[in-house]
């Protein structure tokens, strides 16, 4: 990517000061969310005599132009005023020759009225000739949880993580932010993209895709400035790195409501699916899926066949598990006569199955057979993944302990076995509760149904064939 | 005449819309296999041409201001002989005075038949996004009704070729079916591949519509074709 923008974003991202112009109460979200920031003093700029009390009560000193404040080189700014004023600050940032700017702003060409649509021209203007770079107009900013840059008061400082967020919409950046890390993948740096006047979705995607921290690329879009500039971009960055894409606007009226709230272009959604099979992209429907793909292809090993070997709490989830997979291109195949032998051994009731899936009513009583049974499908050669269910039917209440050493089997799986191996959580008794955060500490994938487990495989086997394909 | 000449022609006469012996020609110069056209502007000149091509041929109406030839009653199939030919070139015109009054009608053009196949589509459009793209699907209700196409940013690779092909959900046609044999999907995927590298090329092409192409058991050709010139060309 353009040297210049990366330095500028390098800087923007660990910014030595920040400052946040026309902030309001009773929220001051954008002050609040920095007067904390552990890497430089954050400033204040409002001329409204009502505002700056409540301003200085945080702490934070305000003054009344960007051209006041004590600092030579300015390195974060959050523009925060109406939309008629937006030219001007920009102005002041050009002349205080602001590293980064956000502006928060909303209201430009996705208003579809003129003034909007005159100032977005305005603004798409300055930012060329200044080469001044900008977030936005119309987002929720930038964040480095690292290093304590916040993009909102929920959001905290933490240890560095590995994913990328860039999305146009605020709310969505706000959910994949506090839901991925929730699901023990934090976030290396995020970027609310809003309206990408200045730079472009194409300029953040090859930025991520430079960025050692970040792993993975999790995007929001509902169009791009520019295609072809996007499209190269996302042929180079998805060769390096999974880039999953949740592309809103799919449908007529998904599109028209895209219109109206980042101005963006509608293109036929076949399109953009062509686009990610010809790039290696992971489209995906929803931020579940997004939080599920990136657990499989973050926490598991890479997915190389369709072939999946299930544990399953009763004979339902047999067949229903069954039912996914083939919706999601996988097959839940027969497994090996010795593989069979050994089972056999265990599955002594009538009733219940071991003809893959298999069908535990019953017969797993304890860990040293579910181990057995994990073992079984990892040594199985017509077996390529592994899923077991942890849910209401496989409590084991005379076992206090059962899912401690579960989870012991389940790690030794993770670590001895090439396979693939995902916990798929069912129901919401105590048993899924509890699990839940050791599979977490443990980075072992669980994800809570069996059709998002299949869907989040199945999209995990298409990434992995697609890389092998292009990078052949 | 060569690729540069028509869009030139066109231009000069103040044209977007190739006719179809202009648009195959065009085709043609790129390597892609259309079906033999020649124009005739008498009854004559039609039969004339028929012997040169070999029957059976195609008789379609020749006109700047139509481009649904068939809609028009301008398309008349499987001509055997000289005199089918000659009645045919009758049709064709009196149907097509009749239901598009005012047309200006050059004449006909005689076309070679293609082999029988399965019918797709090959287009090209201009996305305000993603600047050129190629769209495949199966000819006929597939692409009218059940909108089964897929679509690829041009210019394809290889892969994305063959992927594009297998993506529609009609794909299994393409595979054979009860007595029609499997078509040549090699060749397919080439005649995608060249018609993506021709409008890569050809900047000033807006669209394009390859349909039908009849894909056959050894092979792939277009038996109609459309091109459509960019406006800032003019």
């Not at chain 1, 200085?56 to 974060?76: A, C, M, Q, T, V």
């Not at chain 1, 925060?80 to 205080?96: H, M, Q, T």
């Not at chain 1, 240890?159 to 969505?172: A, K, Q």
Request: charged content about 25%; overall charge negative.
């Amino acid at each position: 990517m353009d040297a210049t923008l990366k330095k500028k974003l390098d800087i923007g991202f660990n910014p030595r000061n920040i400052v946040v112009v026309g902030d309001k109460g009773p929220n001051y979200n954008w002050l609040k969310s920095s007067a904390e920031y552990p890497g430089g003093p954050t400033y204040s700029v409002q001329l409204d005599e009502n505002e700056i009390p409540g301003i200085e009560e945080l702490g934070i000193k305000n003054f009344k132009s960007l051209h006041d404040i004590p600092e030579d080189e300015i390195d974060y700014v959050i523009i925060a005023v109406p939309r008629r004023i937006v030219p001007f600050i920009l102005k002041d940032c050009i002349e205080k020759k602001v590293t980064l700017v956000a502006c928060y702003t909303a209201g430009f060409a996705e208003t579809h009225e003129e003034e909007g649509i005159q100032l977005s021209e305005t603004i798409i203007n300055m930012c060329k000739e200044a080469d001044l770079a900008m977030v936005g107009p119309n987002c929720l900013c930038i964040s480095n949880p690292k290093v304590g840059l916040l993009s909102n008061t929920s959001q905290r400082t933490g240890p560095g993580g590995f994913v990328g967020v860039l999305s146009m919409s605020g709310t969505h950046t706000g959910t994949m932010i506090s839901a991925l890390t929730a699901h023990g993948m934090p976030i290396s740096k995020s970027v609310s993209m809003g309206n990408s006047l200045s730079i472009e979705q194409s300029d953040w995607l090859e930025y991520l895709g430079e960025d050692e921290e970040t792993k993975i690329i999790c995007m929001y879009l509902e169009g791009v400035r520019n295609g072809r500039q996007f499209y190269d971009s996302l042929k180079k960055v998805a060769a390096k790195k999974p880039v999953v894409i949740l592309k809103g606007g799919q449908t007529a009226d998904g599109a028209r409501a895209a219109t109206s709230h980042t101005a963006s272009l509608a293109s036929p959604f076949a399109i953009w699916s062509g686009m990610f099979q010809q790039t290696g992209a992971i489209g995906v429907n929803s931020t579940d899926e997004i939080i599920d793909v990136a657990k499989v292809l973050t926490m598991a090993k890479p997915v190389s066949g369709n072939r999946l070997g299930v544990i399953a709490s009763t004979g339902g989830q047999s067949v229903l598990v069954s039912d996914a997979s083939a919706k999601h291109d996988l097959t839940v195949p027969a497994l090996e006569e010795s593989s069979y032998e050994k089972l056999r051994e265990l599955f002594t009731l009538t009733g219940n199955s071991y003809r893959n899936p298999l069908d535990v009513t019953g017969v797993l009583n304890t860990a040293e057979e579910g181990d057995m049974m994990l073992n079984v499908l990892a040594d199985d050669p017509n077996i390529d993944i592994i899923a077991m269910e942890v849910g209401d039917f496989t409590q084991r209440r005379n076992d206090p302990d059962f899912y401690d050493n579960m989870i012991k089997n389940f790690q030794s799986i993770k670590e001895n076995s090439d396979k693939p191996f995902i916990v798929v959580q069912t129901g919401m008794e105590d048993v899924v509760l509890k699990t839940r955060e050791t599979l977490k500490e443990k980075g072992i994938p669980s994800i809570y149904s069996f059709l998002r487990g299949t869907q989040a495989l199945g999209r995990a086997k298409d990434y992995y064939t697609a890389q092998a394909e292009i990078n052949s | 005449m060569t690729t540069q000449s028509i869009i030139d022609q066109a231009k000069k006469e103040k044209r977007l819309i190739l006719t179809e012996e202009e648009s195959k020609t065009l085709l043609a110069d790129a390597n892609i296999r259309t079906t033999k056209i020649a124009a005739a502007s008498t009854r004559d000149e039609a039969i004339n041409k028929a012997d040169e091509i070999g029957y059976p041929v195609v008789v379609k109406i020749d006109s700047t201001d139509i481009t649904h030839k068939s809609d028009v009653g301008g398309v008349s199939v499987n001509l055997k002989d000289a005199n089918e030919v000659g009645e045919a070139f009758d049709t064709v015109i009196s149907s097509a005075k009749e239901n598009a009054p005012g047309a200006s009608i050059q004449g006909v053009t005689v076309q070679e038949m293609a082999d029988p196949g399965v019918e797709v589509i090959i287009g090209l459009s201009k996305d305000p996004q993603f600047g050129p793209v190629l769209m495949f699907g199966l000819g006929g209700i597939a692409v009218e009704i059940l909108k089964d196409v897929a679509f690829r940013i041009v210019p394809l690779e290889k892969r994305d070729a063959k992927q594009l092909i297998r993506e529609i959900k009609g794909f299994a046609m393409l595979e054979g079916y009860r007595n029609l044999p499997a078509v040549d999907l090699e060749k397919l995927e080439d005649l995608v591949l060249q018609v993506s590298e021709f409008a890569w090329a050809h900047p000033e092409i807006a669209e394009m519509d390859l349909n039908p192409v009849i894909a056959q058991a050894d092979g792939a050709i277009a038996a109609d074709a459309r091109v459509i010139l960019e406006e800032e060309s003019q």
